[in-house]
Protein backbone atom coordinates (compact mmCIF):
# COMPACT_ATOMS: atom_id res chain seq x y z
CA UNK A 1 0.00 0.00 0.00
CA UNK A 2 0.99 3.57 -0.59
CA UNK A 3 2.63 5.62 1.89
CA UNK A 4 2.64 9.20 1.31
CA UNK A 5 6.07 10.69 2.09
CA UNK A 6 6.78 14.11 3.99
CA UNK A 7 7.28 15.88 0.60
CA UNK A 8 4.39 14.32 -0.86
CA UNK A 9 2.22 15.40 1.85
CA UNK A 10 3.93 18.96 1.67
CA UNK A 11 2.87 19.16 -2.07
CA UNK A 12 -0.49 18.20 -1.81
CA UNK A 13 -2.03 19.95 1.37
CA UNK A 14 -0.94 23.11 0.46
CA UNK A 15 -4.09 23.39 -2.04
CA UNK A 16 -7.67 22.73 -2.08
CA UNK A 17 -10.38 22.04 -4.48
CA UNK A 18 -11.25 25.74 -3.62
CA UNK A 19 -7.76 26.93 -5.37
CA UNK A 20 -5.97 25.52 -8.59
CA UNK A 21 -3.62 23.02 -8.22
CA UNK A 22 -0.15 24.19 -8.71
CA UNK A 23 1.35 22.78 -12.46
CA UNK A 24 4.36 20.57 -10.35
CA UNK A 25 1.92 18.99 -7.85
CA UNK A 26 -0.68 18.14 -10.74
CA UNK A 27 2.13 17.04 -13.22
CA UNK A 28 3.87 15.13 -10.43
CA UNK A 29 0.40 13.52 -9.33
CA UNK A 30 -0.95 12.73 -13.16
CA UNK A 31 2.93 10.92 -13.45
CA UNK A 32 1.70 8.99 -10.68
CA UNK A 33 -1.61 7.54 -11.59
CA UNK A 34 0.09 6.87 -15.25
CA UNK A 35 2.79 4.35 -13.80
CA UNK A 36 0.02 2.74 -11.43
CA UNK A 37 -2.36 2.57 -14.80
CA UNK A 38 0.07 1.29 -16.80
CA UNK A 39 1.48 -1.46 -14.78
CA UNK A 40 -2.10 -3.50 -13.74
CA UNK A 41 -3.09 -6.27 -16.32
CA UNK A 42 -6.50 -5.69 -17.85
CA UNK A 43 -8.74 -7.29 -20.75
CA UNK A 44 -7.38 -3.93 -22.46
CA UNK A 45 -5.05 -1.48 -21.37
CA UNK A 46 -6.37 2.63 -20.49
CA UNK A 47 -5.26 5.22 -22.14
CA UNK A 48 -2.78 5.03 -25.45
CA UNK A 49 -4.17 5.08 -28.95
CA UNK A 50 -7.39 4.54 -27.86
CA UNK A 51 -7.62 8.31 -25.85
CA UNK A 52 -7.14 11.63 -27.20
CA UNK A 53 -4.12 13.41 -25.76
CA UNK A 54 -5.47 15.49 -23.72
CA UNK A 55 -7.72 13.38 -21.99
CA UNK A 56 -4.67 10.75 -20.96
CA UNK A 57 -4.23 12.03 -17.97
CA UNK A 58 -7.75 12.11 -16.77
CA UNK A 59 -8.12 9.19 -17.59
CA UNK A 60 -5.33 7.83 -15.51
CA UNK A 61 -5.99 9.45 -12.81
CA UNK A 62 -10.07 7.92 -12.48
CA UNK A 63 -8.18 4.81 -13.13
CA UNK A 64 -5.74 5.08 -10.82
CA UNK A 65 -8.52 5.74 -8.57
CA UNK A 66 -10.96 3.14 -9.19
CA UNK A 67 -7.84 0.55 -8.81
CA UNK A 68 -6.66 1.96 -5.60
CA UNK A 69 -10.21 1.64 -4.05
CA UNK A 70 -10.53 -1.94 -5.58
CA UNK A 71 -7.11 -2.72 -4.18
CA UNK A 72 -7.93 -1.42 -0.65
CA UNK A 73 -11.44 -3.88 -1.09
CA UNK A 74 -9.97 -6.70 -1.97
CA UNK A 75 -5.81 -7.36 -0.85
CA UNK A 76 -5.42 -4.82 2.59
CA UNK A 77 -5.30 -6.97 5.58
CA UNK A 78 -3.81 -6.18 9.10
CA UNK A 79 -0.02 -6.27 9.66
CA UNK A 80 1.26 -9.53 10.54
CA UNK A 81 -2.11 -10.70 10.33
CA UNK A 82 -2.88 -14.46 8.46
CA UNK A 83 -6.79 -14.54 6.79
CA UNK A 84 -8.82 -17.81 7.57
CA UNK A 85 -9.02 -19.21 3.86
CA UNK A 86 -11.43 -16.86 1.63
CA UNK A 87 -13.28 -19.95 0.00
CA UNK A 88 -14.94 -20.07 3.07
CA UNK A 89 -17.60 -17.58 2.73
CA UNK A 90 -17.34 -16.54 6.42
CA UNK A 91 -15.49 -13.20 6.22
CA UNK A 92 -12.33 -13.11 8.01
CA UNK A 93 -13.39 -10.12 11.51
CA UNK A 94 -10.02 -8.85 11.59
CA UNK A 95 -9.34 -8.30 7.51
CA UNK A 96 -13.20 -6.73 7.11
CA UNK A 97 -12.61 -4.21 9.96
CA UNK A 98 -9.11 -3.24 8.24
CA UNK A 99 -10.74 -2.92 4.82
CA UNK A 100 -13.48 -0.92 6.36
CA UNK A 101 -11.23 1.35 8.17
CA UNK A 102 -8.97 1.87 4.67
CA UNK A 103 -12.00 2.31 2.77
CA UNK A 104 -13.24 4.97 5.51
CA UNK A 105 -9.52 6.79 5.13
CA UNK A 106 -10.38 6.88 1.42
CA UNK A 107 -14.01 8.31 1.31
CA UNK A 108 -11.74 11.18 3.20
CA UNK A 109 -9.53 11.39 0.27
CA UNK A 110 -12.04 11.73 -1.66
CA UNK A 111 -13.85 14.74 0.42
CA UNK A 112 -10.67 16.64 1.20
CA UNK A 113 -10.61 16.71 -2.75
CA UNK A 114 -13.51 18.29 -2.99
CA UNK A 115 -13.33 20.69 0.02
CA UNK A 116 -9.67 21.24 0.15
CA UNK A 117 -6.92 19.59 1.33
CA UNK A 118 -5.64 15.85 -0.11
CA UNK A 119 -2.65 14.00 0.41
CA UNK A 120 -2.51 11.19 -1.53
CA UNK A 121 -0.97 11.50 -5.29
CA UNK A 122 -4.09 9.85 -6.42
CA UNK A 123 -6.71 12.36 -4.70
CA UNK A 124 -4.20 15.31 -6.23
CA UNK A 125 -4.52 14.49 -9.65
CA UNK A 126 -8.39 13.42 -9.22
CA UNK A 127 -8.85 17.29 -7.63
CA UNK A 128 -7.70 18.52 -10.41
CA UNK A 129 -10.12 16.62 -12.87
CA UNK A 130 -13.15 16.88 -11.14
CA UNK A 131 -12.79 20.86 -11.03
CA UNK A 132 -12.06 20.73 -14.66
CA UNK A 133 -14.78 18.58 -15.88
CA UNK A 134 -17.48 18.97 -12.77
CA UNK A 135 -17.35 16.05 -11.88
CA UNK A 136 -19.93 15.38 -8.84
CA UNK A 137 -18.83 12.99 -5.79
CA UNK A 138 -21.56 10.37 -6.23
CA UNK A 139 -20.01 7.85 -8.64
CA UNK A 140 -17.02 7.99 -6.40
CA UNK A 141 -18.94 7.27 -3.66
CA UNK A 142 -20.51 4.21 -5.29
CA UNK A 143 -17.46 2.73 -6.04
CA UNK A 144 -16.39 3.09 -2.08
CA UNK A 145 -19.80 1.47 -1.19
CA UNK A 146 -19.31 -1.68 -3.65
CA UNK A 147 -16.13 -2.18 -2.01
CA UNK A 148 -17.73 -2.21 0.95
CA UNK A 149 -20.13 -4.52 0.04
CA UNK A 150 -17.34 -6.76 -0.64
CA UNK A 151 -16.60 -7.12 2.64
CA UNK A 152 -19.68 -9.18 3.35
CA UNK A 153 -20.38 -12.78 2.42
CA UNK A 154 -19.08 -12.69 -1.22
CA UNK A 155 -22.80 -13.47 -1.90
CA UNK A 156 -25.81 -12.83 -3.39
CA UNK A 157 -29.05 -14.62 -3.45
CA UNK A 158 -30.79 -13.24 -6.70
CA UNK A 159 -29.51 -11.43 -10.32
CA UNK A 160 -31.46 -8.46 -8.91
CA UNK A 161 -29.07 -8.34 -6.44
CA UNK A 162 -26.26 -8.83 -8.28
CA UNK A 163 -27.32 -5.98 -10.95
CA UNK A 164 -28.28 -4.16 -7.98
CA UNK A 165 -23.98 -4.56 -6.84
CA UNK A 166 -23.28 -3.18 -10.46
CA UNK A 167 -24.65 -0.22 -9.72
CA UNK A 168 -21.97 0.66 -7.33
CA UNK A 169 -19.13 -1.78 -9.19
CA UNK A 170 -19.81 -0.86 -12.29
CA UNK A 171 -21.97 2.26 -13.28
CA UNK A 172 -19.90 5.00 -12.27
CA UNK A 173 -17.36 4.17 -14.14
CA UNK A 174 -18.82 4.62 -17.04
CA UNK A 175 -20.44 7.94 -15.93
CA UNK A 176 -16.94 9.33 -15.03
CA UNK A 177 -16.08 8.85 -18.42
CA UNK A 178 -18.89 10.40 -20.03
CA UNK A 179 -18.62 13.07 -17.49
CA UNK A 180 -14.64 13.45 -18.97
CA UNK A 181 -16.01 13.85 -22.46
CA UNK A 182 -18.51 16.66 -22.10
CA UNK A 183 -21.72 14.25 -21.39
CA UNK A 184 -24.15 13.92 -18.31
CA UNK A 185 -27.33 13.66 -19.60
CA UNK A 186 -29.34 10.59 -18.46
CA UNK A 187 -29.92 9.17 -21.44
CA UNK A 188 -26.19 8.53 -22.55
CA UNK A 189 -25.96 7.72 -18.64
CA UNK A 190 -28.64 4.55 -18.80
CA UNK A 191 -27.16 3.33 -22.14
CA UNK A 192 -23.55 3.90 -20.45
CA UNK A 193 -25.16 1.53 -17.53
CA UNK A 194 -26.11 -0.91 -19.77
CA UNK A 195 -22.38 -1.50 -21.64
CA UNK A 196 -20.85 -1.51 -18.08
CA UNK A 197 -22.95 -3.80 -16.65
CA UNK A 198 -22.62 -6.20 -19.33
CA UNK A 199 -18.77 -5.53 -19.08
CA UNK A 200 -18.83 -6.13 -15.31
CA UNK A 201 -21.12 -9.45 -15.63
CA UNK A 202 -18.71 -10.73 -18.53
CA UNK A 203 -15.65 -10.22 -15.91
CA UNK A 204 -17.80 -12.12 -13.22
CA UNK A 205 -18.39 -15.02 -15.86
CA UNK A 206 -14.47 -15.11 -17.10
CA UNK A 207 -13.11 -15.17 -13.53
CA UNK A 208 -15.22 -17.32 -11.55
CA UNK A 209 -12.61 -19.64 -10.49
CA UNK A 210 -10.79 -16.94 -9.59
CA UNK A 211 -12.89 -14.78 -7.61
CA UNK A 212 -13.85 -18.26 -5.29
CA UNK A 213 -10.19 -19.52 -5.02
CA UNK A 214 -8.64 -15.82 -4.20
CA UNK A 215 -11.60 -13.60 -2.87
CA UNK A 216 -14.18 -16.41 -1.65
CA UNK A 217 -16.81 -14.33 -3.44
CA UNK A 218 -19.13 -16.46 -5.53
CA UNK A 219 -20.66 -13.78 -8.09
CA UNK A 220 -23.17 -16.50 -9.43
CA UNK A 221 -26.98 -15.54 -8.16
CA UNK A 222 -27.94 -18.47 -5.16
CA UNK A 223 -30.78 -18.75 -6.76
CA UNK A 224 -29.79 -19.61 -10.40
CA UNK A 225 -27.17 -22.20 -8.84
CA UNK A 226 -29.97 -23.70 -7.40
CA UNK A 227 -32.56 -23.25 -10.11
CA UNK A 228 -29.83 -25.50 -12.41
CA UNK A 229 -28.20 -27.68 -9.78
CA UNK A 230 -24.93 -26.66 -9.22
CA UNK A 231 -23.02 -26.37 -5.92
CA UNK A 232 -20.53 -24.44 -4.41
CA UNK A 233 -18.65 -27.66 -3.91
CA UNK A 234 -18.22 -28.17 -8.04
CA UNK A 235 -16.90 -24.29 -8.17
CA UNK A 236 -14.01 -25.30 -5.14
CA UNK A 237 -13.18 -28.16 -7.04
CA UNK A 238 -13.12 -27.02 -10.54
CA UNK A 239 -15.53 -29.19 -12.10
CA UNK A 240 -17.76 -27.87 -15.29
CA UNK A 241 -20.85 -29.79 -14.91
CA UNK A 242 -23.28 -30.13 -17.98
CA UNK A 243 -25.39 -27.89 -14.72
CA UNK A 244 -22.48 -25.48 -14.42
CA UNK A 245 -22.39 -25.38 -18.35
CA UNK A 246 -25.96 -24.35 -18.69
CA UNK A 247 -26.00 -22.09 -16.02
CA UNK A 248 -23.14 -19.93 -17.23
CA UNK A 249 -24.27 -20.00 -20.96
CA UNK A 250 -27.53 -18.60 -19.22
CA UNK A 251 -25.66 -15.66 -17.88
CA UNK A 252 -23.49 -15.07 -21.25
CA UNK A 253 -26.58 -15.16 -23.28
CA UNK A 254 -27.80 -12.12 -20.62
CA UNK A 255 -24.55 -10.71 -21.03
CA UNK A 256 -24.47 -10.34 -24.58
CA UNK A 257 -28.23 -8.93 -24.39
CA UNK A 258 -27.29 -6.22 -21.96
CA UNK A 259 -24.27 -4.99 -24.82
CA UNK A 260 -26.91 -5.19 -27.23
CA UNK A 261 -28.95 -2.54 -25.34
CA UNK A 262 -26.10 -0.28 -24.26
CA UNK A 263 -24.88 -0.81 -28.27
CA UNK A 264 -26.31 2.49 -29.27
CA UNK A 265 -24.38 4.55 -27.29
CA UNK A 266 -21.73 4.43 -29.71
CA UNK A 267 -23.39 6.49 -32.04
CA UNK A 268 -24.36 9.43 -29.21
CA UNK A 269 -20.63 9.91 -29.06
CA UNK A 270 -18.51 11.96 -30.97
CA UNK A 271 -15.40 10.54 -32.59
CA UNK A 272 -12.94 10.84 -29.48
CA UNK A 273 -15.10 9.12 -27.24
CA UNK A 274 -16.76 6.67 -29.61
CA UNK A 275 -13.26 4.43 -30.14
CA UNK A 276 -13.22 3.76 -26.52
CA UNK A 277 -16.86 2.86 -26.00
CA UNK A 278 -17.03 0.67 -28.96
CA UNK A 279 -13.35 -1.07 -28.08
CA UNK A 280 -14.65 -2.15 -24.87
CA UNK A 281 -18.12 -3.31 -26.09
CA UNK A 282 -16.31 -5.45 -28.79
CA UNK A 283 -14.13 -6.60 -26.11
CA UNK A 284 -16.19 -7.89 -23.47
CA UNK A 285 -18.01 -9.56 -26.18
CA UNK A 286 -15.05 -11.36 -27.43
CA UNK A 287 -14.60 -12.51 -23.95
CA UNK A 288 -18.10 -13.99 -23.98
CA UNK A 289 -17.11 -15.46 -27.08
CA UNK A 290 -14.10 -16.94 -25.70
CA UNK A 291 -16.05 -18.74 -22.85
CA UNK A 292 -18.42 -20.02 -25.51
CA UNK A 293 -15.54 -21.67 -27.18
CA UNK A 294 -14.06 -23.26 -23.82
CA UNK A 295 -17.83 -24.53 -23.81
CA UNK A 296 -18.32 -22.54 -20.50
CA UNK A 297 -15.55 -24.37 -18.71
CA UNK A 298 -14.61 -21.44 -16.85
CA UNK A 299 -13.31 -23.18 -13.94
CA UNK A 300 -10.08 -24.88 -15.73
CA UNK A 301 -8.34 -22.20 -17.35
CA UNK A 302 -9.37 -18.60 -17.63
CA UNK A 303 -10.17 -17.27 -20.99
CA UNK A 304 -8.41 -15.05 -22.34
CA UNK A 305 -7.93 -12.93 -25.45
CA UNK A 306 -4.31 -13.02 -27.75
CA UNK A 307 -3.04 -9.72 -28.72
CA UNK A 308 -3.65 -10.81 -32.13
CA UNK A 309 -7.20 -10.59 -31.24
CA UNK A 310 -6.74 -7.49 -29.29
CA UNK A 311 -5.00 -5.57 -32.09
CA UNK A 312 -7.35 -6.95 -34.75
CA UNK A 313 -10.55 -5.70 -32.04
CA UNK A 314 -8.62 -2.33 -32.13
CA UNK A 315 -8.54 -2.08 -36.11
CA UNK A 316 -12.27 -3.23 -36.44
CA UNK A 317 -13.53 -0.98 -33.44
CA UNK A 318 -11.60 1.91 -35.01
CA UNK A 319 -13.22 1.20 -38.09
CA UNK A 320 -16.75 1.06 -36.89
CA UNK A 321 -16.96 3.92 -34.56
CA UNK A 322 -16.17 5.68 -37.92
CA UNK A 323 -18.86 4.23 -39.83
CA UNK A 324 -20.58 4.72 -36.63
CA UNK A 325 -22.13 1.24 -36.86
CA UNK A 326 -20.87 -2.15 -36.35
CA UNK A 327 -20.32 -3.08 -32.56
CA UNK A 328 -19.39 -6.06 -33.00
CA UNK A 329 -22.71 -7.94 -31.56
CA UNK A 330 -24.01 -11.25 -33.08
CA UNK A 331 -27.31 -11.24 -34.21
CA UNK A 332 -30.24 -11.35 -31.94
Not at 73 to 83: A, I, L, N, R, Y
Not at 116 to 136: D, L, R, S, W
Not at 179 to 203: E, H, I, K, M, V
Amino acid sequence: MFTTTDADHTAATRHGSRYPVPAGAAADAYRYCETLARSHYENFNVGGRITPKDKLPHVYAIYAWCRMVDDLGDEGQPDGHSPTAPAAGQPDAAVTEHRLTRLDWWQSELEAGYDGQPTHPIAVAVQHTVAKFNIPREPFLRLIQANRIDQGTGRFGTMDDVLNYCQYSANPVGHLFLYLFGYSDPQRQRLADCTCTALQLTNFWQDVARDYRERGRIYLPQSHLARFGVSEDDIAAGKATDAFRALLRCECDAAIELFRQGAPLVGMLDGPARLPVALFTRGGVAVLDAIRKQDYDVLKRRPALSKRRKAWLLASAWLGSKLGRGYGLPAA
